[in-house]
């Protein structure tokens, strides 16, 4: 077998640094995605473990190895497989490849660039969990990463690692790829399973909360991102023990963390989990090298679109998420967007709360009606039409949707009461307080930028006009 | 009534098959349906209804939720420029502008040619490398108003067919399940029983195989 074996110098939006490759190792070879290079570096022999060892001792290796789903959630993968009622079967796999959150670039890259990693991924989870079929659900717009997945699937069921009797044993499994159509929604997980039986991708009311036990056609279904399920061959060749030296106890492994916006080097970086802080990152040499022409950093997006953001007060925590929690925001998908000093904060704002107000499904009231007229008055903000009366409105909106204290970062220095994550919702799923957390971030830090924005009087209330009665 | 080409049928038959119920292949039926003539058309939601078990009504339904599916018709282009924070930070919203000046269209609209539609589009998961655009979904990276002026003329010129395939065309590398190897999807309501590695008491040795 030869192989081309050239390490390209980057893949598109990947720097290689030097903390350990556990999901990445492959990306610099220009045919990472083919069979031949998945098995002369190791390939397919995650699964060979995990047949040896026998369905209970493999998800005992993945619960010691306590890997935190990579999805956003962060959920440790070995006990969300242990949520499936015992007896009821069948139960399946599906694959979260719907990656949509703002900022986030990782489980395409993953998809691309070492498909056979994922397919592995997801033949280790069904053995373990008894899960009699895999759907693995693409976002519809990544047109080469279908085609690449597809290929991958190809070759390995020709070789004999997907579908009946694998590696000759009494394990068998389909793997199908299924395709998205552009719906961010869908990458909440009861959502993803609608949009899989054939329907609009709307969530699920909760209880029951976890698709492990009623999930697809009412079965138990596992649900893991990509990136989750493309660190378990890894970890059934080196063994849970050597997943838990790298990185800390309660945030084991690395993590894939795209780093955007306003840095010298944007990139898609694998770095140490529970270690590696956002100034690592951000300043690192071997990382993003700093703010783009030396400028300040203003503020930064810490966990994706949906998260709280954070400024300079921040860039000492680490890729934790107790702590990123008490800091008042949240890891979620890795992704890092930054903001230097010449960024407008008021339509960075608008841009994501456009975002979740465009990406609502309609299905709870204060996400479908609040996310709109979230948009709307910060339009109205942004392009100068706006009162003083519009910033509180903002709130007061926001209000309908996340009751209560909302998570904000660098209490101290502003002087306000600390308030983690998470937040109050009155809608089923994340998107509409995620359409309010930009505003509420932008108004928290940044307030004097809204209010210099204002040239309207406030209206006069109607009952004032006309003096005493 | 029949929309589907031969070839397509064959497909479509095959696709259903690979679900424990038929209406799972709604979304991949209703690209297949795309992919033959461009956009969904009425005869195209009759025949995916007859399919799948359902109505035209409830295809249109589920399908006009998802941004991809076009129930017009739409260019042979279709120019997605992401609008969202890390592009909309590095220049987005002018690229956008001088997008709409340079087809004469704004965004959401078809130029009288038929050959580009333009939308702006949310994020497309290549924040590092904005601003993006995806031209029938295929990317392009870091792209400026020259690079932007470039490719509507190498388009226009027909240029770049073997890189971008007409809109409708996704993966060009399509899944294919040997009947030898399949496990098969059966309906859940028929099967309750554990798969057979699960069963206690087996014992696995995995022997030879593989490739």
Not at chain 1, 67 to 88: D, E, H
Not at chain 2, 37 to 47: F, K, L, P, R, V
Not at chain 2, 172 to 186: E, H, L, M, N, Y
Request: with cysteine.
């Amino acid at each position: 077998m030869t192989l081309r074996g050239t390490p390209i110098a980057r893949a598109p939006g990947f720097i290689a640094n030097d903390t350990p490759r556990i999901v990445t190792s492959r990306f610099e070879y220009d045919d990472s995605y083919s069979l031949d290079r998945y098995l002369a570096t190791g390939g397919y022999e995650g699964i060979r473990a995990a047949l040896a060892l026998g369905p209970e001792a493999t998800h005992g290796e993945v619960r010691d190895a306590t890997l935190l789903g990579r999805g956003g959630a962060g959920f440790p993968a070995g006990v969300k497989w242990g949520f499936c009622p015992p007896g009821v079967w069948p139960r399946y796999l599906v694959v979260n490849g719907d990656e949509s959150e703002p900022g986030t670039y990782k489980d395409r890259l993953l998809m691309e660039l070492d498909p056979h990693q994922l397919i592995e991924g997801c033949l280790i989870a069904c053995y373990a969990v008894g899960l009699s079929q895999c759907f693995l659900y693409v976002r519809g717009e990544m047109a080469v990463a279908q085609e690449r997945v597809a290929a991958a699937l190809n070759e390995a069921y020709a070789a004999g690692y997907v579908g009946k009797n694998i590696l000759g044993s009494n394990f068998s499994v389909d793997i199908v790829l299924h395709w998205g159509a552009g719906a961010y929604v869908v990458g909440e997980e009861t959502a993803l399973i609608e949009s899989l039986e054939g329907n609009r991708g709307m969530p699920r009311l909760k209880p029951p909360y976890f698709p492990a036990a009623v999930g697809l056609y009412g079965m138990p279904t596992i649900v893991n991102n990509v990136e989750t399920l493309a660190n378990l061959p890894w970890i059934m060749n080196n063994g849970a023990a050597a997943f838990t030296q790298i990185g800390t106890e309660s945030s084991p492994g690395t993590r894939m963390v795209a780093v955007s916006g306003h840095v010298k080097r944007p990139g898609v970086y694998e770095i140490v989990n529970g270690t590696t802080t956002f100034r690592d990152l951000i300043y690192g040499d071997d990382m993003c090298g700093g703010i783009r022409d030396d400028n300040d950093l203003k503020a930064f997006v810490p966990g994706g679109g949906s998260a709280p953001w954070f400024t300079e007060d921040q860039l000492d925590i680490p890729f934790e998420g107790r702590v990123a929690g008490s800091a008042g925001s949240m890891l979620g998908s890795g992704a890092v967007m930054v903001m230097d000093s010449t960024t407008d904060i008021p339509s960075a704002a608008l841009t994501l709360t456009r975002f979740y107000a465009h990406e609502s499904c309609g299905k709870c009231v204060p996400c479908r009606e609040g996310g709109s007229w979230l948009e709307k008055i910060l339009t109205r903000i942004v392009e100068g039409e706006g009162t003083n009366r519009d910033l509180e409105l903002l709130m007061e909106v926001g209000q309908t949707i996340c009751p209560g204290d909302f998570p904000h970062a660098s209490s101290e220095r502003l002087g306000l009461e600390a308030v983690p994550f998470p937040y109050q919702m009155t809608t089923i799923c994340f998107v509409g307080p995620s359409a309010f957390t930009p505003v509420h971030s932008a108004m928290t830090l940044f307030r004097d930028e809204f209010e210099a924005r204002i040239t309207k009087r406030d209206l006069i209330p109607v009952a004032v006009i006309g003096g005493e009665s | 009534m029949s929309f589907f080409n031969d070839e397509n049928r064959k497909l479509a038959d095959e696709i259903v098959a690979r679900y424990p119920r038929r209406r799972s292949a709604m979304i991949p039926l209703l690209h297949l349906a795309q992919e033959q003539a461009g956009w969904i058309t009425q005869d195209a939601m009759q025949e995916i209804a007859s399919l799948v078990d359902s109505t035209p009504a409830e295809v249109l339904g589920t399908g006009s939720f998802y941004e991809m599916f076009k129930f017009h018709e739409v260019g042979k282009y279709v120019i997605n420029i992401c609008g969202t924070m890390s592009c909309q930070l590095l220049g987005a919203d002018d690229l956008i502008h001088h997008a709409e000046e340079r087809l004469g269209v704004k965004a959401g609209g078809t130029t009288s040619d038929g050959m580009f539609t333009l939308e702006r589009a949310e994020c497309q998961a290549a924040c590092t490398e904005a601003p993006t655009l995806q031209i029938n979904y295929r990317y392009k990276y870091r792209v400026s108003t020259t690079d932007f002026d470039r490719l509507v003329d190498q388009l226009a010129a027909g240029a770049l067919v073997d890189e971008i395939p007409q809109h409708g065309v996704l993966a060009r590398v399509r899944q294919s399940i040997p009947t030898d190897r399949s496990v098969g999807a059966a309906d859940p309501a028929d099967e309750n029983e554990p798969p057979v590695w699960m069963i206690s008491g087996a014992q696995l040795r995995p022997e030879g195989g593989g490739a």
